[in-house]
C-alpha cells in the first residue's frame, strides 16, 4: 500500500539528518534499556547506538532510505505492533504520532509490548509564538487537529514527564522548525518537501494557504521586513518552538 511517506519521503535522509542535541536527549530518556522498538522509525534518525534496535515503519520508501545498521526492521503500524507483550525493554516515537490514524490504539499498543519506558519527540498544538505561523496561519489550525494536547498523554500513559526540547539555530534535522534562524530555507521547495504540514497546507499542489505566505516570506527579507521583526532571534542559539519530549515515569 502506498503511504504518505511514499511520496514526502523522497529526499528525507538528505534534509532530514538527525540532530545531536536531540539525539543525546532522546538516548538519556531511553536510560539504560537494551532493547528499543522505534515506532514511525521513518530512515532510522535518532535510533541510539549500541542497544538492540528494532524498527517498525509503514512506508517502503522511508525504510529504503535506512543506512545500513543491526536494527530489525518490519514494515507496519503503531496501531498493531506484530509482538508479544513486553518484548521490549523501551520503546520511542519521533515526530510521528500525528500520522497515525489511531492515536490511542498506536500509543496502548506501545505500552503492550513496553516493559518500561516510552519516549515521545512531539509537538505541542497549544504552542504559540513560532514566527512561521505568521506566514502561514493555517499550522496552527493543521496542529491543533492532528497532535495530541500534551495533557494526552499522562490519560493514556499514566505519570509522564513532558519537558521543551529547544531547537538549535542551525538544526541538522528539516523539520518544520528547523530553519528558525535561517528564514529564506522555507522559500526552498525541496525543503518543504520534507515537512508533512507544508503538503497537509496544499503545497507542491498550489495551495493558496502555502503561494501567500511565501510571497510575504520572500518579500519581507527582501525588504528588510523580516530581519526587524524578528532581530531579536538572530543572536540565539536556540529556540523553543514547541517541540516536547514525553517520556513515562
Ligand atoms: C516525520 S516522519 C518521522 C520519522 C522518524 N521517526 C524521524 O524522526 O525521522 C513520520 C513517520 O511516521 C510514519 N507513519 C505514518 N503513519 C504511521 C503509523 N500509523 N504508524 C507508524 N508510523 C507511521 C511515516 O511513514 C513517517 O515515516
Known amino acids: 500500500m502506498e503511504t504518505l511517506y511514499d511520496t514526502i519521503g523522497l529526499n528525507y535522509a538528505n534534509l532530514r539528518q538527525p540532530e545531536p542535541k536531540i539525539a543525546h536527549r532522546i538516548e538519556t530518556a531511553l536510560g539504560d534499556a537494551k532493547s528499543v522498538l522505534n515506532v514511525g522509525a521513518g530512515a532510522g534518525s535518532y535510533e541510539p547506538v549500541g542497544r538492540q534496535i528494532t524498527a517498525i515503519e509503514p512506508s517502503a520508501k522511508m525504510i529504503g532510505q535506512r543506512a545500513a545498521s543491526n536494527a530489525t526492521i518490519i514494515q507496519g503500524s503503531a496501531e498493531e505492533l506484530p509482538f508479544d507483550n513486553n518484548s521490549f525493554d523501551a520503546s520511542m516515537a519521533v515526530l510521528t504520532i500525528h500520522h497515525w490514524s489511531d492515536q490511542e490504539k498506536g500509543v496502548l499498543e506501545m505500552r503492550r509490548v513496553t516493559r518500561d519506558k516510552i519516549v515521545f519527540l512531539t509537538y505541542d498544538p497549544s504552542f504559540r509564538g513560532f514566527w512561521l505561523a505568521d506566514y502561514f496561519p493555517a499550522l496552527v489550525t493543521l496542529d491543533e ?98 517541540y516536547q519530549l514525553v517520556e513515562t515515569k
Request: net charge negative; hydrophobic share 40%.
Open 145 to 242: 487537529g492532528q497532535m495530541p494536547p500534551m495533557a494526552q498523554y499522562e490519560k493514556w500513559l499514566g505519570p509522564v514527564t513532558i519537558s521543551p526540547v529547544p531547537i538549535p539555530h542551525d538544526c541538522s534535522d528539516g523539520f518544520l522548525a528547523g530553519y528558525w534562524r535561517r528564514p529564506a530555507a522555507y522559500l526552498d521547495e525541496r525543503v518543504r518537501a520534507c515537512m508533512s504540514s507544508f503538503w497537509a497546507l496544499g503545497d507542491i499542489t498550489g495551495g493558496d494557504n502555502v503561494l501567500d505566505g511565501l510571497e510575504k516570506l520572500e518579500a519581507d527579507l527582501k525588504s528588510g521586513a523580516w530581519g526587524k521583526r524578528y532581530a531579536h532571534l538572530l543572536n540565539l542559539e536556540e529556540l523553543d518552538c514547541g
